[in-house]
Nanobody, 115 residues
Framework: QVQLVESGGGLVQPGGSLNLSCAASGSRFSINPMEWYRQAPGKERELVASITRGGSTIYAHSVNGRFAISRDNAKITWNLQMNSLRRDDTAVYYC?????????WGQGTQVTVSS
């Protein structure tokens, strides 16, 4: 059973930065793509960023230029560097990955942007 564990959430002031990490275990197959989603109160879960095994990336329009996703294939980890954070980035952030055509989710980590 694949398990994904996020870390790095917390409270940050507007304009600040946070780095989220996701570590996978239990996968017999490669995880591809590796992704970050978020869900704000009262809103649907949305894709924030995605990265393939080859390094190709996709970003939501609202975070493009502020967030950067990266991955370490050997360690089966992926990160989300979040810069210039805004109040509307406040959400629970989930890492997600697809392995052998099955999508797995982490438990989520809260990111709150507030002064």
């Amino acid at each position: 059973q694949v398990q994904l564990v996020e870390s790095g959430g917390g409270l940050v002031q507007p304009g600040g930065s946070l780095n989220l990490s996701c570590a996978a275990s239990g996968s017999r197959f490669s995880i591809n793509p590796m992704e970050w989603y978020r869900q704000a109160p009262g809103k649907e879960r949305e894709l924030v960023a995605s990265i393939t095994r080859g390094g190709s990336t996709i970003y939501a329009h609202s975070v493009n230029g502020r967030f950067a996703i990266s991955r370490d294939n050997a360690k089966i980890t992926w990160n989300l560097q979040m810069n210039s954070l805004r109040r509307d980035d406040t959400a629970v952030y989930y890492c997600s990955g697809v392995s052998a055509s099955v999508r797995y989710w982490g438990q989520g980590t809260q990111v709150t942007v507030s002064s």
